[in-house]
């Protein structure tokens, strides 16, 4: 097993512009969640998924911020504009329904610089 | 509500000395407490259960309810311990989101 994928590594983008990060979860994984890591802040959820669909979203930022899970296989974190207090990494993490005390399985993130 | 406390932002220790991670929690039932590791640059990788009570490159964790808190330990540290820690909670009734407390940084000097 691959783990959990997550694209790009590194996104440097200029502030207005779009930005997409994807997440391919480990097969089999029911629960899908992006956080955000800040040194401010630490980690935050922003959002998760059950059985592709969107179950808490109270941690997503602001309208600019939107995901989607249409399949088991993928999933994409969307800012549109970006703005540059929007750089921080982003990790995708995911868990199998069932195994609730075995923990989440993060991916490697992405590192968005907004310039 | 649930919430993680980490106080320190920063644990600076030299190599061979204990250490000691602090981490509070505050959570109405009965909470399901982990502690995840973060190396330079890499993805969070579980490193402790409280429910496994096992002892994991050499760390060890008691959940302590009265005093509500989960601290990480390990009598003797080594260099490539330098890592992020984060204290992390859920409830143990079915699935509940996973609560971060805001991380440590322990650097491990030679």
């Known amino acids: 097993d691959a783990g959990v994928i997550q694209s790009p590594r590194h996104e440097v983008t200029e502030m207005g512009q779009e930005v997409t990060l994807r997440c391919k979860p480990i097969?089999?994984?029911?629960?899908l969640f992006w956080y955000r890591q800040t040194m401010m802040r630490g980690l935050e959820l922003l959002i998760y998924?059950?059985?592709?669909?969107?179950?808490?979203d109270s941690g997503m930022p602001e309208d600019r911020f939107s995901a989607k899970m249409p399949n088991a296989s993928f999933s994409t974190l969307k800012i549109q504009p970006s703005e540059p207090r929007d750089s921080a990494v982003y990790f995708c993490?995911?868990?199998?329904?069932?195994?609730?005390?075995?923990?989440?399985?993060f991916g490697s993130g992405t590192r968005l610089t907004v310039v | 509500a649930q919430r993680v406390t980490q106080p320190e932002k920063l644990l600076s220790v030299f190599k061979g000395a204990p250490v000691e991670l602090k981490c509070n929690y505050s959570?109405?039932?009965?909470?399901?407490l982990f502690w995840y590791v973060q190396y330079s640059r890499q993805r969070l990788q579980l490193l402790l259960r409280?429910?496994s009570r096992e002892s994991i490159k050499g760390f060890t964790a008691d959940l302590n309810k009265g005093e509500t808190s989960f601290h990480l330990k390990k009598p003797f540290a080594q260099e490539e311990d330098s890592a992020m820690y984060y204290c992390?909670?859920?409830?143990?009734?079915?699935?509940?989101?996973?609560?971060f407390g805001t991380g440590t940084r322990l650097l491990v000097s030679p």
């Open positions: 993490a995911t868990l199998r329904a069932g195994h609730f005390n075995y923990g989440y399985t």
């Open positions: 097969s089999g994984h029911d629960y």
């Open positions: 998924f059950n059985n592709n669909v969107p179950i808490d």
């Open positions: 959570y109405s039932g009965s909470p399901e």
């Open positions: 409280h429910i």
């Open positions: 992390a909670l859920s409830g143990n009734t079915g699935f509940q989101k996973l609560v």
